[in-house]
């Protein structure tokens, strides 16, 4: 007999007919009221999850007894309580690497609409604004050559030294739990304490995951120790800043702008104060967003999925210690 598996994101064409081969499948299109209630419907007869952007708590997964796997569209997986999982013996995958190179491409964008001004100048043109040639009250900063400094330096904080590295010249430093020495090698970068880093780098960028650790890692003090002409960029998780603490330093001119993909609470409402200011560039969890990469991640989540439910290893098992070989 067939698992059943319920989807709460759709997928291409492709990817349904691969999974209907092996499963069957409940859609649920919408998180809306309408389809958390089916989903809580659903829930007891599944066997594996796939989609994202959900809680998937304890009172939710007590619905489901019979589930042996989830699959997260995502590479982040916060949004799981990885313990209570391993002790159910439910194996979690998340998609790593597919999202590497975009969620970094997403985070340079971030870097130059900022010190470049791109939004609030388009903006001028946009709104016939533009009447003479600009002055130094709408001049950016330069990108090049300005130190990048990074937190969190894992697949996709390498990728954004990288860029930073070979296509604009920029001195690479970083934090992590550890030094990288094949990083510190290939991009010439150097490892700094947090209080360091924040000190010396004009670009602050946040590539760590949400985790007990790291929640609001980055409030009042560290801004305080960044410098007025440092930008701050965020595409890892909203939580891991405090984001009071954020608006104030914006506002005290003690950082100099914000380029900000991940809000605490998303979507952000439209009375943030973060949106009242012209130095501030805020996206809509868009890291990964691109056809090409959101078809792979799903991809990938498909395969994690049917391997486990199958009874295999998924490629991309979070909470190894669930696995019993
Ligand atoms: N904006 C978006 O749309 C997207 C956001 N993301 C976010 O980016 C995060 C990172 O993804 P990815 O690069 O693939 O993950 P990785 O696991 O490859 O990298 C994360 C790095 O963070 C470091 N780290 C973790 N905790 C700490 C800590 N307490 N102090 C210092 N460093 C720490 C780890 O260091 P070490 O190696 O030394 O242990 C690791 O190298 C995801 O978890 C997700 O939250 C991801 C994709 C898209
Ligand atoms: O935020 C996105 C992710 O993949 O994690």
Same mark, same amino acid.
């Given at each position: 007999? &067939?698992?059943?598996?319920?989807?709460?994101?759709?997928?291409?064409? #492709?990817? !349904?007919?691969?999974?209907?081969?092996?499963?069957?499948?409940?859609?649920?299109?919408?998180?809306?009221?309408?389809?958390?209630?089916? #989903?809580?419907?659903?829930?007891?007869?599944?066997?594996? +999850?796939?989609? %994202?952007?959900?809680?998937?708590?304890?009172? #939710?997964?007590?619905?489901?007894?019979?589930?042996?796997?989830?699959?997260?569209?995502?590479?982040?997986?916060?949004?799981?309580?990885?313990?209570?999982?391993?002790?159910?013996?439910?194996?979690?995958?998340?998609?790593?690497?597919?999202?590497?190179?975009?969620?970094?491409?997403?985070?340079?964008?971030?870097?130059? %609409?900022?010190? =470049?001004?791109?939004?609030?100048?388009?903006?001028?043109?946009?709104?016939?604004?533009?009447?003479?040639?600009?002055?130094? %009250?709408?001049?950016?900063?330069?990108?090049?050559? &300005?130190?990048?400094?990074?937190?969190? !330096?894992? @697949?996709?904080?390498?990728?954004?030294?990288? @860029?930073?590295?070979?296509?604009?010249?920029?001195?690479?430093?970083?934090?992590?739990?550890?030094?990288?020495?094949?990083?510190? *090698?290939?991009?010439?970068? *150097?490892?700094?304490?947090?209080?360091?880093?924040? *000190?010396?780098?004009?670009?602050?960028?946040?590539?760590?995951?949400?985790?007990?650790?790291?929640?609001?890692?980055?409030?009042?003090?560290?801004?305080?120790? !960044?410098?007025?002409?440092?930008?701050?960029?965020?595409?890892? =998780?909203?939580?891991?800043?405090?984001?009071? %603490?954020?608006?104030?330093?914006?506002?005290?001119?003690?950082?100099?702008?914000?380029?900000?993909?991940?809000?605490?609470?998303?979507?952000?409402?439209?009375?943030?104060? +973060?949106? *009242?200011?012209?130095?501030?560039?805020?996206?809509?969890?868009?890291?990964?967003?691109?056809?090409?990469?959101?078809?792979?991640?799903?991809?990938?989540?498909?395969?994690?999925?049917?391997?486990?439910?199958?009874?295999?290893?998924?490629?991309?098992?979070?909470?190894?210690?669930?696995?019993?070989?």
């Amino acid at each position: 007999m &067939k698992k059943q598996v319920v989807l709460y994101k759709k997928l291409s064409p #492709l990817l !349904m007919a691969r999974l209907h081969e092996q499963a069957e499948v409940t859609l649920i299109e919408n998180l809306d009221a309408d389809g958390l209630a089916r #989903l809580r419907d659903a829930l007891p007869r599944a066997h594996g +999850l796939l989609g %994202a952007s959900l809680k998937l708590d304890a009172e #939710l997964l007590d619905l489901a007894p019979d589930l042996e796997a989830i699959a997260s569209v995502s590479v982040g997986v916060d949004n799981y309580d990885i313990d209570y999982l391993t002790e159910r013996r439910i194996l979690l995958s998340n998609t790593p690497d597919v999202l590497t190179e975009t969620t970094a491409d997403t985070g340079f964008a971030l870097i130059l %609409a900022t010190a =470049r001004r791109v939004v609030e100048l388009a903006n001028m043109v946009r709104e016939g604004r533009w009447q003479r040639n600009l002055g130094p %009250a709408h001049f950016g900063s330069d990108v090049h050559g &300005k130190t990048l400094g990074i937190i969190g !330096m894992g @697949r996709i904080g390498e990728a954004l030294a990288q @860029r930073g590295h070979f296509g604009f010249g920029m001195p690479v430093i970083y934090h992590s739990h550890s030094p990288k020495p094949a990083v510190e *090698q290939r991009f010439n970068a *150097q490892y700094r304490s947090l209080g360091e880093l924040l *000190q010396q780098a004009d670009f602050i960028c946040l590539t760590l995951p949400l985790t007990a650790q790291t929640e609001r890692l980055i409030g009042t003090e560290e801004f305080a120790l !960044m410098r007025p002409q440092s930008i701050f960029i965020n595409i890892s =998780r909203g939580k891991v800043v405090d984001e009071a %603490a954020l608006t104030e330093a914006l506002r005290a001119g003690q950082i100099r702008a914000a380029g900000l993909d991940v809000f605490e609470r998303e979507p952000l409402d439209l009375d943030s104060p +973060l949106l *009242q200011m012209d130095n501030v560039v805020a996206t809509p969890h868009m890291g990964s967003a691109t056809h090409e990469t959101r078809e792979a991640m799903a991809r990938c989540a498909v395969e994690n999925l049917l391997a486990a439910l199958a009874g295999e290893r998924p490629a991309n098992l979070v909470n190894v210690r669930a696995w019993k070989a």
